[in-house]
């Protein structure tokens, strides 16, 4: 049966890397709420229209109209041997729903939590530098820079840090993920079909479970 890969794991954990990689060699398209929603701004039909009178009165778009856009982009081509979702669900209920659909497009969910204790997740983004020259990013735990401060590739260039990622900003995001996520890992949890990945390892092993868990389950 084809899937709906349900990628989750904190700030830092490497989502988007291993979504990359499942769309490149899978063939599995990306399908981001985000994404979805900034490409309606510019859109015409009746439920970009919808979508756009929430956003300008500064609501947050109701679960019912997400999953109304979560089902258009799906429904698409490049979507009907599975795909991976980023951004949505968020909630119980918005699971519940995603649960629906799967069943009207004859496909099963499959969530995989990319579990990365919150030390290491700390120590990965306040540990970030910046080129502000080339934007090559360094680690001063995991992957330092030659000479400290400095881009390898451009001496004259001092390393800086993006202001997100500061020991109390991190702290912020980690714990408004946990509060806001919790409830969902639980409800995938309860139906014993959340799999779980150690994300402390180098990104091609953890790709390897990923793919194995994808395309043998």
């Known amino acids: 049966m084809f899937k709906i890969v349900v990628l989750m794991g904190a700030p830092g954990a490497g989502k988007g890397t291993q979504a ?7 063939g599995l398209p990306q399908v981001s709420t985000g994404d979805m929603f900034r490409a309606l701004k510019d859109e015409h039909t009746p439920l970009a229209e919808e979508v756009q009178a929430i956003m300008k009165s500064g609501k947050l778009v109701p679960d019912d109209v997400t999953i109304r856009v979560v089902r258009e982009r799906t429904g698409r081509e490049d979507c009907k041997h599975g795909y991976i979702l980023d951004g949505f669900p968020r909630t119980a209920a918005q699971a519940a729903m995603l649960e629906r659909l799967a069943v009207e497009q004859g496909k099963r969910i499959l969530p995989i939590l990319i579990d990365v204790p919150f030390e290491v997740l700390e120590k990965r983004t306040t540990g970030r530098r ?41 702290r912020v995001r980690l714990e408004t993920y946990e509060e806001q ?3 969902l890992l639980d409800y995938y949890s309860a139906s014993n079909i959340l799999r779980r990945v150690d994300g402390t390892r180098e990104p091609e092993e953890i790709y390897a479970e990923i793919e194995k868990i994808v395309t043998s389950e």
């Open 130 to 170: 910046i080129c502000p020259e080339c934007g090559e990013i360094y680690n001063i735990y995991s992957q330092p820079p030659k000479q400290e401060g400095v881009c390898d590739l451009h001496p004259t260039a001092k390393l800086i840090q993006r202001p997100d990622d500061t020991p109390e900003k991190t």
């Open 20 to 26: 990359r990689l499942l769309e490149e060699r899978l």
């Open 181 to 183: 996520t919790r409830p």
